[in-house]
Protein backbone atom coordinates (compact mmCIF):
# COMPACT_ATOMS: atom_id res chain seq x y z
CA UNK A 1 0.00 0.00 0.00
CA UNK A 2 1.21 3.62 -0.84
CA UNK A 3 -0.49 6.17 1.28
CA UNK A 4 -0.25 10.03 -0.74
CA UNK A 5 -1.28 13.48 0.84
CA UNK A 6 -1.78 16.70 -0.78
CA UNK A 7 -0.65 19.78 0.65
CA UNK A 8 0.00 23.68 -0.68
CA UNK A 9 -3.11 24.54 -2.11
CA UNK A 10 -5.49 26.89 -1.90
CA UNK A 11 -6.72 30.46 -2.95
CA UNK A 12 -4.72 32.70 -5.41
CA UNK A 13 -4.84 35.47 -7.48
CA UNK A 14 -4.22 35.39 -11.46
CA UNK A 15 -0.48 35.32 -12.10
CA UNK A 16 0.27 34.27 -8.78
CA UNK A 17 2.37 30.97 -7.77
CA UNK A 18 1.36 28.00 -5.59
CA UNK A 19 3.64 24.76 -4.76
CA UNK A 20 1.58 21.70 -4.10
CA UNK A 21 3.22 18.93 -2.35
CA UNK A 22 2.38 15.54 -1.75
CA UNK A 23 4.27 13.17 1.23
CA UNK A 24 4.38 9.59 0.02
CA UNK A 25 4.66 6.89 2.64
CA UNK A 26 4.55 3.10 2.51
CA UNK A 27 6.48 1.43 -0.14
CA UNK A 28 10.09 2.94 -1.68
CA UNK A 29 9.16 6.36 -3.05
CA UNK A 30 11.90 6.03 -5.86
CA UNK A 31 10.22 2.47 -7.45
CA UNK A 32 7.15 4.70 -8.90
CA UNK A 33 6.64 7.31 -11.23
CA UNK A 34 4.41 10.19 -10.02
CA UNK A 35 1.60 12.21 -11.46
CA UNK A 36 -0.78 14.83 -11.09
CA UNK A 37 -4.07 15.45 -12.58
CA UNK A 38 -6.89 18.03 -11.65
CA UNK A 39 -10.66 17.79 -11.54
CA UNK A 40 -12.28 21.07 -12.41
CA UNK A 41 -16.07 21.47 -11.62
CA UNK A 42 -18.39 19.63 -14.01
CA UNK A 43 -15.67 18.58 -15.92
CA UNK A 44 -13.44 14.86 -16.22
CA UNK A 45 -10.00 14.56 -14.32
CA UNK A 46 -7.25 15.97 -16.52
CA UNK A 47 -3.48 14.77 -17.00
CA UNK A 48 -1.56 17.82 -15.69
CA UNK A 49 2.13 16.70 -14.94
CA UNK A 50 3.99 13.60 -14.70
CA UNK A 51 7.68 12.36 -13.50
CA UNK A 52 9.69 9.13 -13.96
CA UNK A 53 11.36 7.35 -11.37
CA UNK A 54 14.63 9.06 -10.98
CA UNK A 55 13.00 12.29 -12.40
CA UNK A 56 15.27 14.42 -13.84
CA UNK A 57 14.60 15.30 -17.34
CA UNK A 58 12.12 12.57 -17.85
CA UNK A 59 8.77 14.68 -16.97
CA UNK A 60 5.90 15.69 -18.95
CA UNK A 61 2.80 17.95 -18.70
CA UNK A 62 0.13 18.21 -20.66
CA UNK A 63 0.08 21.44 -23.52
CA UNK A 64 -1.90 23.56 -21.36
CA UNK A 65 0.43 24.30 -18.64
CA UNK A 66 3.79 23.91 -20.60
CA UNK A 67 6.44 26.61 -19.16
CA UNK A 68 4.21 27.68 -16.00
CA UNK A 69 3.82 24.14 -14.26
CA UNK A 70 6.83 22.01 -13.21
CA UNK A 71 6.92 19.19 -11.77
CA UNK A 72 9.95 17.65 -9.37
CA UNK A 73 10.17 15.13 -7.24
CA UNK A 74 12.83 14.33 -3.92
CA UNK A 75 13.35 10.50 -3.29
CA UNK A 76 15.24 11.43 -0.17
CA UNK A 77 12.21 13.39 1.38
CA UNK A 78 9.52 11.25 -0.41
CA UNK A 79 7.67 13.88 -1.75
CA UNK A 80 6.58 15.08 -5.47
CA UNK A 81 5.80 19.16 -5.86
CA UNK A 82 4.33 20.68 -8.58
CA UNK A 83 5.18 24.15 -8.90
CA UNK A 84 2.27 26.15 -10.32
CA UNK A 85 3.73 29.77 -11.65
CA UNK A 86 1.33 32.30 -13.88
CA UNK A 87 -2.01 30.73 -12.53
CA UNK A 88 -5.10 31.21 -14.98
CA UNK A 89 -8.56 31.14 -14.18
CA UNK A 90 -8.81 27.60 -16.09
CA UNK A 91 -6.38 26.52 -13.64
CA UNK A 92 -9.29 26.27 -10.91
CA UNK A 93 -9.60 22.61 -9.86
CA UNK A 94 -9.04 19.88 -7.00
CA UNK A 95 -5.69 19.00 -8.11
CA UNK A 96 -4.65 14.90 -7.00
CA UNK A 97 -1.18 13.59 -6.72
CA UNK A 98 -1.39 9.64 -8.22
CA UNK A 99 1.61 6.68 -7.82
CA UNK A 100 2.27 4.03 -10.70
CA UNK A 101 4.30 1.17 -10.09
CA UNK A 102 4.90 0.23 -13.33
CA UNK A 103 5.76 3.40 -15.72
CA UNK A 104 5.16 7.34 -15.92
CA UNK A 105 1.97 7.94 -17.68
CA UNK A 106 -0.70 10.49 -18.58
CA UNK A 107 -3.96 8.10 -18.32
CA UNK A 108 -5.07 7.90 -14.35
CA UNK A 109 -6.51 4.43 -15.00
CA UNK A 110 -2.94 3.31 -15.17
CA UNK A 111 -1.87 4.80 -11.55
CA UNK A 112 -2.42 2.72 -8.41
CA UNK A 113 -2.77 4.90 -5.86
CA UNK A 114 -4.34 8.27 -5.56
CA UNK A 115 -4.30 11.25 -2.95
CA UNK A 116 -7.28 13.14 -1.68
CA UNK A 117 -7.15 16.37 -3.59
CA UNK A 118 -5.66 19.79 -2.56
CA UNK A 119 -8.17 22.79 -3.92
CA UNK A 120 -6.44 25.38 -6.00
CA UNK A 121 -8.83 28.23 -6.47
CA UNK A 122 -7.66 31.39 -8.88
CA UNK A 123 -9.73 34.62 -8.76
CA UNK A 124 -9.03 37.67 -11.10
Known amino acids: QVQLVESGGGLVQAGGSLRLSCAAS????????MGWFRHAPGKERKFVAA?????????YYVDSVKGRFTISRDNAKNTVYLQMNSLKLEDTAVYYC????????????????WGQGTQVTVSS
Open 98 to 113: AANLHSVSSTAGEYDY
Open 26 to 33: GRTFSSYA
Open 51 to 59: ISRSGGAST
